[in-house]
């Protein structure tokens, strides 16, 4: 398994590699390794942009700096996360563990997201001009998440798909947290706030936990999940919490 040493090692390889390559003309650092967050387990998250004018373009690009890692520490698979955009991020999975995610963006796209940014070379004029923007409908999407996945999960135990109903449990709890999370300024995605929750809220999230695929204990999962949202709704929607109430709670 990785160390930190070898960590900063890899980085430094990254970046003295970004420097000497003609057609990346900027890199930034992102996630932990940015914000200064950065622990024993942590990954490594850094983003290139790619000159426009180079032949290859940002797949090609992200091609040779694959047969480079792949030649150097080593590959032990990597695979693309689709954006829906010009921009390609690349997640690999080194010899040692760490997992290196590669983001490559034509010039002139990449620009801050989040607070975990910080640029080691290149020219990005908004490096200072971000400021954390409200996330319009964030809410409504979170509460119709979990109303739409109890009710799935409701209907699979009744059907006796016992996996599909673990299924959909979990991931109404995922979104019982993020509407938590919305709710106390904490990250939402990938329960990155969760950890942050006072016990009043985490804890009772433990009773939806599935221990078994009978189907008394799927329903025993279920009924605290949707008692969970109920307690959660109450303090985001109160109406909406009491028109939902019925339809939750049905045999």
């Known amino acids: 398994m990785f160390t930190a040493s070898d960590r ?8 003295e590699r970004a420097e000497a390559d003609p057609d ?14 950065a622990d024993r387990w942590s990954d490594l998250d ?18 040779r700096w694959t047969d480079w890692l ?13 954006t829906g955009t010009a921009q390609l991020i690349r997640v690999f999975l080194l010899p040692n563990g760490l997992e290196l995610d590669l983001n490559f963006y034509p010039e002139g796209e990449l620009v801050r997201r989040g607070p975990a940014w910080r640029p080691v070379f290149g020219d990005f004029a908004d490096d200072k001009a971000w400021t954390p923007t ?42 019982i947290i993020a509407l938590a999370c919305l709710r106390l300024g904490y990250p939402t995605a990938y329960a990155k706030g969760a950890h942050l ?12 936990l599935v221990r078994s ?14 008692e969970a949202f109920e307690r959660e709704l109450l303090l985001h929607d109160p109406a909406l919490a009491e028109r939902l109430r019925p339809l939750l709670t049905e045999g």
């Open 46 to 63: 850094v983003a290139f942009t790619v000159d426009g004018a180079a032949r290859a373009g940002v797949a090609g690009v992200a091609e």
């Open 8 to 15: 900063d090692q890899i980085l430094r390889t990254l970046i």
């Open 197 to 208: 929750l006072p016990a009043e809220v985490s804890e009772p999230l433990r009773g939806t």
């Open 213 to 226: 695929l009978d189907t008394d204990e799927l329903r025993r999962a279920l009924m605290v999940a949707v």
């Open 70 to 82: 792949a030649a150097g520490p080593g590959v032990v698979h990597h695979w693309d996360l689709p």
């Open 24 to 37: 990346v003309t900027g890199a930034v650092l992102l996630g932990s390794t940015a914000s200064g967050d």
């Open 134 to 175: 409200p996330n319009p409908g964030a809410e409504t999407r979170e509460t119709g998440l979990t109303w739409h996945h109890l009710l799935h999960a409701r209907t699979c135990v009744e059907r006796g798909r016992d996996w599909q109903a673990e299924h959909w449990i979990g991931q109404a709890r995922t979104h």
